[in-house]
């Protein structure tokens, strides 16, 4: 019988546990001995699994965060600590290991499949940050969550007459921000991909206020910068009151959504498939509403394309 060890790395996204069940059920559907591995590559590093059943991923389906848990691993940086985790993988005889996290934890499975490891990367991020795929888990149960958010802040907003700036997550990339703008209708979306002016934002701030509109919504994504200070900026020059919402760790948080789920349950038994056939250093991805696979070197090394066209459609629509 083979062996194949699972576990979640970096920060969590929706749908992770949906991608663990998965994983999980594939392998023992096909006689696979299934171990779950705490903590990412840290509970690696310390030898910090257990076998699965079916009845270890029973009831996850639509639960929030990992069951597995996660951690960023500095250890697993240092010879030493990959050493270890090595070791580990030798003495529970893992004929596989599948990963569900971002870039730094495919970056991981990059450097287990050099020495000979062989490893599947399942893309489990908000941030929808990875150039290879249309989608990774977690992104679109992130936005509907952005988009809940919006609506509430503007009806407050339309009730005060004020405008208000949004942060939401996603590091450098801008693709929370421009979906959950478009779908929640914001006047400006802030991105770090496209130069901004503070100027255009308060124009069209005045242009709304001007023909009676009594809320305004700016969605501001991290990786811009400081939003207090835009914030501010805005006040300052409109003379409208400005707050400032910073949606933080919610867009981590609660039951994935369906599209999620069924990306992760796609994803997850592909992962099992690919490493029954022999298969290492994969990535898997979304592409044209196919599950895709290819090289994690690859992958990597792709330049996300920002979606101009989407962008330029919300700032026509918010006219
Ligand atoms: O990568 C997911 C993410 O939530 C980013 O959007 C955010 O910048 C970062 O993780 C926060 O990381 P941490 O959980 O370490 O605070």
Avoid at 87 to 97: Q, T
Avoid at 109 to 125: D, H, Q, S, W, Y
Avoid at 303 to 311: Q, R
């Amino acid at each position: 019988m083979k062996t194949i060890g699972v576990l979640t790395s970096g920060g969590d996204a929706p749908g992770m546990n949906a991608a663990i069940r998965a994983v999980v059920r594939a392998g023992i559907y096909n006689n696979v001995r299934m171990l779950g591995i705490q903590q990412g590559y840290q509970g690696l590093i310390n030898g910090d699994l257990d076998d699965m059943d079916v009845s270890s991923v029973a009831d996850i389906l639509h639960r929030g965060g990992t069951i597995l848990r996660t951690a960023r691993s500095e250890e697993f940086m240092t010879p030493e600590g990959f050493r270890k985790a090595l070791n580990v993988i030798d003495v529970y005889n893992m004929d596989g290991l599948v990963v569900l996290g971002g870039d730094g934890s495919f970056k991981g499975a990059r450097e287990l499949a050099k020495v000979g490891v062989n490893t599947i990367g399942i893309p489990c991020t908000i941030d929808n940050d990875l150039a290879y795929t249309d989608y990774t888990i977690g992104f679109m149960t992130a936005v509907e969550t952005a988009v809940d958010a919006i609506g509430k802040i503007r009806d407050t907003s339309s009730a005060h007459g004020r405008a208000n700036v949004i942060e939401v997550m996603g590091r450098h990339c801008g693709d929370i921000a421009l979906y959950a703008g478009v779908a929640g209708g914001a006047e400006s979306i802030v991105v770090p991909e496209k130069d901004f002016d503070v100027e255009e934002i308060c124009q069209r701030l005045l242009k709304g206020r001007n023909r009676g509109k009594l809320h305004h919504i700016i969605v501001f994504a991290e990786g811009v910068g400081n939003a207090y200070e835009l914030t501010k900026e805005i006040e300052e020059k409109t003379g409208i009151e400005t707050k400032l919402t910073v949606l933080g760790y919610i867009q981590r948080g609660g039951s994935a959504s369906s599209f999620d789920r069924i990306l992760a349950s796609r994803m997850g038994m592909r992962a099992v498939e690919l490493l029954l056939d022999g298969k290492s250093n994969r990535a898997l991805g979304f592409k044209c509403n196919e599950i895709v696979d290819v090289d994690i070197n690859e992958a990597l090394s792709m330049k996300k394309n920002f979606e101009d066209d989407l962008y330029e459609t919300a700032k026509v629509l918010s006219i």
